[in-house]
T-cell receptor
């Protein structure tokens, strides 16, 4: 059974049109992460939550926002997607030191 | 800040040949983790090493953590086509944040 679920798996949006990606987890983990991964690169951490405590990476653009309404769900909002935001977006949870990644949402910006 | 360097970036091998990827950190690591990402997939946790000089094996995979806890390696014996993917090492920062190496992409030719 999937433990970290991401919807949709593929998302196409237009330049400048807001888009929301969602993540849910059945593991009841306190910590959740959002990563951006571009082709042939390592995942880049955007932000993470410890419970509802939100932590933004210093180099995460203001264009990216996140919400975590409860333990199970987390959302990534891209307010005005640019062509450079086309990437795979990965959600992950962790317990102790191990991270469990969802399958990712591949975002295309036209 | 803490950095994790990983080499080589790419490795092409014939099926049956061995493969090794290396990670080095600028600072002492509390632990190091290894993840595998298949083409089109998401990172999947392989193993965590915690102790100085630790060696762990998973079938044909051998993981080592250096005595100074600043370097690590993953060695695959007799590669198979199912080993294809990108292998990432990652150190752990605060809030279990992962500091990824750049990854080594392994191609296995039958």
């Amino acid at each position: 059974d999937a433990m970290v679920i991401q919807n949709p798996r593929y998302q196409v949006t237009q330049f400048g049109k807001p888009v929301t990606l969602s993540c849910s987890q059945t593991l009841n983990h306190n910590v959740m992460y959002w990563y951006q991964q571009k082709s042939s690169q390592a995942p880049k951490l955007l932000f993470h939550y410890y419970d509802k405590d939100f932590n933004n990476e210093a180099d995460t653009p203001d264009n990216f926002q996140s919400r975590r309404p409860n333990t199970s769900f987390c959302f990534l909002d891209i307010r005005s997607p640019g062509l450079g935001d086309a990437a795979m977006y990965l959600c992950a949870t962790s317990v102790r030191d191990t991270q469990y990644f969802g399958p990712g949402t591949r975002l295309t910006v036209l | 800040g803490q950095q994790v360097m990983q080499i080589p970036q790419y490795q092409h091998v014939q099926e049956g040949e061995d493969f090794t990827t290396y990670c080095n950190s600028s600072t002492t690591l509390s632990n190091i983790q290894w993840y595998k990402q298949r083409p089109g997939g998401h990172p999947v946790f392989l193993i965590q090493l915690v102790k100085s000089g630790e060696v762990k094996k998973q079938k044909r995979l051998t993981f080592q953590f250096g005595e100074a806890k600043k370097n690590s390696s993953l060695h695959i014996t007799a590669t198979q086509t199912t080993d294809v993917g990108t292998y990432f090492c990652a150190g752990t920062g605060g809030y279990n944040k992962l500091i990824f190496g750049a990854g080594t992409r392994l191609a296995v030719h039958p």
